[in-house]
């Protein structure tokens, strides 16, 4: 039983997920993307240091919401057809957006990850 529900979960999520990003995308058509991945870099730190960590949420909702909502929002499949795209027109827009996605995205879980620390000591003190 469990089992199914984490499948349901999963499914419906991901269909919010994905419409989120296609609607990102259409309101920043040149930027939605790299937006969306740089978010879900950020929100997927948040979620699995803050709120899985801590059990705040159900097992079912919570990969839900990681696997299938930020799995979904988040497309490495549009990064790489992007990042070849702007390749064969300008190698340096292709290495900026390269290096913008990769470094940013880190830097996103990075910040999602210290602003976790930083909401569990406030709670603990």
Not at 1 to 10: F, K, P
Not at 21 to 39: E, H
Not at 57 to 66: E, P
Request: glycine residues 10%; hydrophobic residues 50%.
């Amino acid at each position: 039983m469990t089992n199914l529900r984490n499948y349901l979960s999963v499914a419906i999520f991901a269909f919010f997920g994905g419409c989120s990003r296609s609607l990102l995308s259409q309101w920043l058509p040149t930027s939605g993307i790299i937006v969306a991945n740089l978010l879900g870099c950020f929100l997927l730190s948040l979620l699995t240091y803050y709120v899985i960590e801590k059990g705040i949420f159900a097992d079912w909702l919570s990969t839900g919401l990681g696997t299938g909502f930020i799995g979904a929002f988040t497309t490495f499949s549009s990064f790489a057809v992007a990042t070849v795209h702007l390749s064969q027109q300008n190698w340096s827009a292709a290495i900026c957006y390269f290096l913008i996605s990769s470094v940013g995205g880190l830097l996103m879980a990075v910040c999602g990850f210290l602003i976790t620390r930083r909401l569990g000591k406030e709670i603990h003190s």
